[in-house]
């Protein structure tokens, strides 16, 4: 039992190096690139050669530094480009998700209907109705929060979120 365990953290550098070379959609490179500025070397390539090892190993050290400070040199435009590329991938997610959104247009005077939340004293029972009103607008603040009113001109003194309202036709 206790060899596995052994066995298991052995195991999870590895996982944790796939994870790290592994590329990502939204920026476009591994993270282990964007840090370093350069591939991982995976330590089963160290020991059995990999084809990128064995043509790393026989580049002369003058070959090799000058290839090394090239790459260094590029590094700020490989981060750039993870950059424009996130930006690229979030503009298309944010455009994905906002084509379903409709706009509320909630005015001072319209009815609405409160949606009873779990929370609320109202919601005592399983078969206590979902939403209560009619309520009138009274006020609108600029983040979403109203304040409502019913009907006979009692104005209850807590705001109520947009979200938890809809209209109420007659």
């Known amino acids: 039992m206790i060899q596995s365990s052994r066995q298991w953290n052995e195991k999870l550098s590895f996982a944790l190096l796939g994870y790290r070379t592994t590329v990502r959609m939204s920026i476009g490179a591994t993270p282990y ?4 500025g350069t591939e991982a070397v995976i330590p089963a390539e160290v020991e059995i050669s990999s084809l990128r090892i064995i043509v790393e190993d ?3 050290e003058s070959e090799w530094v000058k290839t090394r400070l090239s790459q260094l040199t590029l590094i700020d435009e490989k981060r750039m ?4 590329h996130r930006q690229l991938y979030q503009q ?5 998700y906002n084509k379903k959104v409709r706009p509320r247009n909630l005015k001072v005077g319209q009815l609405v209907i409160r ?3 779990p929370h609320h004293q ?8 979902n939403w209560k009103g009619p ?3 009274r006020k609108i603040f600029p983040k979403g929060a109203l304040y409502l009113g019913d009907i006979k ?3 209850p003194e807590a705001a109520v979120n947009a979200d938890a309202v809809k209209r109420y036709y007659v």
């Open 81 to 84: 480009v993870a950059v424009c």
């Open 115 to 117: 949606r009873i939340l």
């Open 92 to 96: 298309r997610m944010a455009h994905a």
């Open 122 to 129: 109202e919601a005592e029972g399983k078969f206590v109705p």
């Open 33 to 36: 690139l964007l840090v370093y």
């Open 153 to 155: 001109g009692n104005d």
């Open 135 to 137: 309520y009138i607008i």
């Open 58 to 60: 026989e580049i002369e």
